[in-house]
């Protein structure tokens, strides 16, 4: 286990953040690249062309290479960071969760509804829990996530969640064994990170991933 909370896998390869000095694997790191008029550009996919800059997921990194400038110097030339970034990110790995929840759901992989998740755990089927960060305590405290680490999300909020199943608003969803749960996991983990201010130790601006 990394310091970001990633589990190293076998030969994964690994990146320095340019604003911590850590080396760690690219699963906790986001890749930005320079775009073709000196703006720096996400690339939450990691597949845009151009050299990679790598920082740590989360928002007290980030906000530190802006601060200090972090970018131009590991881009070796003056460039531009747009504003709001923060937010983009956040947005950004939002969107990039909903969409993975919504691969997995028309793959058969994700189900919503409180009784089919219950169903689910009790059968062992569920491998991750998916609960919206405004849900009600008293009705989300009903239902356990698995005992492995990293098995319950709670960083989408109701309406999110609502766009990953095609309805208007949802608490409980669950997601099976697969690719799918390990990718929405690993996004998850990011877009929690982005949703935590990093001010005064972290104050939370919504709830995100916990592990029960």
């Not at 970001?4 to 896998?9: I, L, P």
């Not at 076998?10 to 320095?16: C, N, Q, V």
């Not at 009600?136 to 009903?142: A, D, T, V, Y």
């Not at 005992?147 to 309805?167: D, M, V, Y």
Request: glycine share 12%; aromatic share 4%; hydrophobic share 35%.
């Amino acid at each position: 286990m990394t310091r970001g909370g990633h589990k190293k896998r076998p030969d994964e390869p690994e990146r320095r953040c340019i604003a911590t000095g850590d080396t760690q694997p690219k699963a906790g790191l986001i890749r930005f690249v320079v775009g073709p008029d000196g703006t720096i550009v996400p690339d939450l996919l990691g597949k845009l062309p151009g050299r990679g800059i790598y920082v740590a997921a989360n928002r007290a990194a980030i906000a530190t290479a802006i601060k200090k400038g972090l970018f131009s110097r590991a881009a070796k030339q003056q460039v531009t960071v747009p504003d709001g970034l923060l937010d983009l990110l956040e947005r950004g790995y939002a969107d990039r969760v909903v969409h993975l929840i919504a691969m997995a759901r028309k793959a058969g992989q994700a189900i919503a509804g409180y009784e089919k998740v219950k169903d689910w755990l009790a059968k062992d089927q569920a491998q991750v829990l998916i609960q919206a960060s405004d849900g009600s305590e008293r009705g989300k405290s009903k239902l356990r996530p698995p005992r492995e680490p990293g098995r319950f999300i709670e960083c989408l909020t109701g309406n999110e969640l609502g766009l990953a199943f095609g309805r208007e608003n949802v608490i409980h969803g669950a997601l099976a064994s697969g690719g799918l749960a390990s990718r929405v996991v690993e996004e998850a983990q990011k877009l929690t990170a982005m949703r935590v201010q990093d001010s005064d130790g972290g104050k939370a601006r919504r709830k995100g991933t916990k592990t029960r």
